[in-house]
């Protein structure tokens, strides 16, 4: 019955970090989120956001090549209660990461990473071939 429960939650339908939402149980095995992101692009770049509020920068890797995302980190719990009382446990603490691959080939040494205010993570990737439209006159002959 619990890992019918388990998988249910485990649909990716649940948001950030929702991959890996479990029932509290007696044991506490290590596993590893995955992080939710948006990906779009502009005329000149493509942008990739993802929720990490929470996370200390310092705890963020990340790493571009020219068709592959890679974004790891790891969110500190502050303070666990020690009650053994809790009734949901939804927030993830710990490990996560995610790979994805690029619509477009990218210029991966000019991406540039960004934090808001609101814990928002903000890549952005040049892409590498601008491809501009060229109107063509036709000739007579």
């Not at 509290?24 to 990906?39: K, P, V």
């Not at 808001?116 to 006159?137: D, F, R, W």
Request: hydrophobic share 30%; net charge negative.
């Amino acid at each position: 019955m619990r890992s019918e429960i388990e998988k249910f939650f485990s649909d990716d339908d649940f948001g950030s970090f929702g991959s890996n939402t479990k029932l509290i149980a007696n044991d506490e095995e290590e596993t590893e989120g995955q992080l939710s992101i948006d990906m779009y692009q502009t005329d000149d770049d493509v942008v990739v956001k993802a929720p990490v509020a929470g996370v200390d920068p310092g705890e963020l890797e990340i790493s571009v090549t020219e068709d592959m995302v890679h974004i790891k980190g790891h969110r500190k719990e502050e303070h666990k209660e020690e009650t053994k009382d809790y009734f949901l446990s939804e927030c993830y603490w710990g490990s996560f990461s995610r790979s994805q691959s690029l619509p477009v080939p990218v210029i991966a040494e000019k991406a540039e990473a960004s934090i808001n205010k609101k814990g928002v993570l903000t890549i952005k990737i040049p892409k590498a071939n601008k491809s501009k439209s060229k109107i063509l006159k036709i000739k007579s002959e």
